[in-house]
Each structure stands twice: as structure tokens, then as C-alpha cells.
């Protein structure tokens, strides 16, 4: 089978080409967008990542060029439009466990580093500077956690921050009961906005949990609560999240996604002057930490993602039944 990769680095093919495979990749550094669906043509299957955008016209556009099969390379499927792709008779293939440790641990990573100042303590040291001034951390110990999702992301997260001695509250559709066996307080979602010091996201981005965290939500939380996504962008409404650290509502913010990325993440644009004026905003707090989609970066996430794509792939083309189909 012709496969076209989209939005593909030099990492996508190591990872990819450890795998033997009798199909042909294409690897196309571009995104997935209306320009870019011509190259494509002559492929039964395209390979995407979080930004590729796949739209009910960009869908259309894959039907005529002869696709059958859209396999994302990742968890969260909120960029495709299923609705055309069931319209156009595509289906629709994801990884949906590669490594929950790689993206929880990439959380709490986040969470030390804005609490403890790690990143600001390195700097101070390399330059000579070997003063504690305004390094002050606190103490994760008997701190109140508070994690909307409890999916396989989210069970990990909660129990590193169980470890930590954290009184770890939850809120899901359903409550995961294995995970309040081991001391996790399901609660209702106002009472985790209320109550909880560091608040971190593990739920898919829907039009239930778009904007899950605005100004409302944002005005029930305590004074200094810090904030972790690691999820999508689109949960936090990014102007609320500047008002919140304005007044300092907002203690601090660790972002590993962003609502307007796919014009920024996974490119060096170094040498570029960035027009997104709410992300440089959001850069000049000091109690902001922003990484750029790499919670899924690990070796072992990496691998797992390669493998499992192509079996998708194969049982796609064998006509096997497609574990992974989310349509
Ligand atoms: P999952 O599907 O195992 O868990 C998601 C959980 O969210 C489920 O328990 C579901 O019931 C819950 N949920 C759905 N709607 C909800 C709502 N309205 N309120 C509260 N909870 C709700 O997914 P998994 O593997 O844990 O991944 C979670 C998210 O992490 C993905 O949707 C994706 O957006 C993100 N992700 C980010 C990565 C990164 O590199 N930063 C990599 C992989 C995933």
C-alpha cells in the first residue's frame, strides 16, 4: 500500500524505518491542509499527526485522490472531522495507548520545574550566580491535586502525584474505580476548581471540554493555583489564562499544547518574528512554562507509535477488524 506521511521530522523516519514493511512511504515534511492534499494523489492511505488538519475538505479532497485510510500517528483525533470521514467512507485508525508514563511523567515534569525553578536555578549556576533569591518553592507533600480525565493518561498521573503524598481529587464522565480503590476522591468538577492547589488536564478536547478552563472556571479556582495541560490547547481559553496571570490569580501555568500551535510547534522559527502575539504574551511571565508538544517524546512512546501505526495499517489492508478504528 502507498502511504503519504504528513508533517513528518527526521525522528518520524527513524522511528518509522526501524519497522521491516512492505508498503511505500512517502515522507512529506508538510502539514495536512487544503494546499497540501494533492500529494496524496495515487496513495490509498495517509499517515497524520496532531496538526494535520482534516477538515470536511480536506476529507473530500483524500476521497478523490483514492484514500481509504487516514492512520493518525497519535492519541487524540480532534483535528478530523468523522462525520466526512464516514460521508467519504474513510476510515479512521489511531494509537490510542503508546505510553501514558511518557506524557504523565512529562506533567509532573512541569510541575517541579514551576515550582522548584529548576530551569531558572540552571542558568543562575552556569553564569556564577549561586544566590536563592526568589527561588522559593513549595512543598508538594500534602498539597490537593485536582485531574479532570481519569483515562489511562490520567491513572498514571494520579498515581505519581499519590506518591508524592498528594490528596489527588478527580472528575470523568465515569469514575475509574480502580483508581479511587488506591485513594483518588471523584468529585464533581466545581469542587475540584475550588479546591485544588495544581489542577492538570488529561480529558480529550470535545465540545464538552473546549474552554473547559475560562474566565468563569478560572474565578473559582484558589488564589495561586498552578496549572498543567499537557492535553490540547483548546481546553484552556487562552485570553482568560493572561487575565488570570495578570491579576495573579493564576500562580503558575505549564503548557506542553496550545491553542494556536500548529502555526508554531515542531518548527525552529528562531529566526522568525512570531506574529502570534498571545503566545509571546504568555512567554514573558516568569511563572509560565511552555513546552512545545513533546509529552509523547520518549523513546519508548516513540517506538510503540511506529509499530502500532503500521499493524493499523496492516490489519487495514488484510481486512482484519481495526482495534484502533475510531470509525
Ligand atoms: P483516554 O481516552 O484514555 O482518557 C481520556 C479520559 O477523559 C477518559 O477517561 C474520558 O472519560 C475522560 N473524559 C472525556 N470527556 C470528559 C469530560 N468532559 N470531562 C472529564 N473527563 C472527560 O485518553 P488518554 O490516553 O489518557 O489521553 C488523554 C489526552 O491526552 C488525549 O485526548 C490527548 O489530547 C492528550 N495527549 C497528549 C499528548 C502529548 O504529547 N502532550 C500525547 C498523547 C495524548
Do not use: W
Amino acid at each position: 500500500m502507498k502511504i503519504a506521511f504528513f508533517s513528518t521530522k527526521s525522528y518520524d523516519r527513524e522511528f518509522f524505518d526501524r519497522n521491516p514493511t512492505t508498503h511505500e512511504i512517502i515522507y512529506f515534511e508538510a502539514r495536512l491542509t487544503h494546499q497540501t492534499v494533492n500529494l496524496a494523489a495515487g496513495c490509498t492511505a495517509v499517515c497524520v499527526f496532531v496538526n494535520d488538519k482534516l477538515s470536511a475538505n480536506v476529507i473530500g479532497e483524500l476521497k478523490k485522490a483514492g484514500v481509504q485510510l487516514i492512520a493518525l500517528r497519535c492519541a487524540g483525533f480532534n483535528n478530523v472531522n468523522l462525520v466526512a470521514a464516514k460521508e467519504n467512507s474513510i476510515s479512521v485508525v489511531r494509537v490510542p495507548d503508546y505510553s501514558p508514563y511518557a506524557v504523565a511523567e512529562h506533567a509532573v515534569a512541569l510541575i517541579l520545574t514551576l515550582n522548584r525553578k529548576t530551569h531558572k536555578a540552571y542558568n543562575r549556576v552556569r553564569e556564577g550566580n549561586f544566590s536563592l533569591e526568589r527561588l522559593t518553592g513549595f512543598d508538594l507533600y500534602g498539597k490537593t491535586v485536582g485531574v479532570i480525565g481519569t483515562g489511562k493518561i490520567g491513572q498514571v498521573f494520579c498515581e505519581i502525584m499519590l506518591g508524592f503524598g498528594c490528596r489527588v481529587l478527580a472528575f470523568d464522565l465515569v469514575a475509574h474505580q480502580p483508581t479511587a480503590a488506591k485513594g483518588v476522591e471523584y468529585l464533581p468538577l466545581t469542587d475540584i476548581f475550588q479546591q485544588a492547589d495544581i489542577i492538570s488536564l488529561h480529558c480529550p478536547l470535545n465540545e464538552q471540554t473546549s474552554h473547559i478552563i475560562n474566565e468563569q472556571t478560572i474565578a473559582m479556582m484558589k488564589e495561586g493555583v498552578m496549572i498543567i495541560n499537557t492535553s490540547r490547547g483548546a481546553l484552556i481559553d487562552t485570553i482568560a489564562a493572561i487575565g488570570g496571570l495578570k491579576t495573579g490569580h493564576i500562580g503558575y501555568l505549564g503548557l506542553d499544547v496550545y491553542e494556536q500551535e500548529q502555526k508554531l510547534f515542531f518548527n525552529d522559527l528562531s529566526e522568525n518574528i512570531i506574529q502570534d502575539d498571545d503566545i509571546m504574551r504568555l512567554i514573558s511571565f516568569p511563572n509560565v512554562l511552555i513546552t512545545a508538544h513533546q509529552g509523547f517524546f520518549t523513546e519508548e512512546a516513540l517506538t510503540q507509535i511506529a509499530r502500532i501505526t503500521m499493524q493499523n495499517v496492516d490489519d487495514f489492508q488484510a481486512g482484519n477488524t481495526l482495534k484502533n478504528r475510531v470509525m
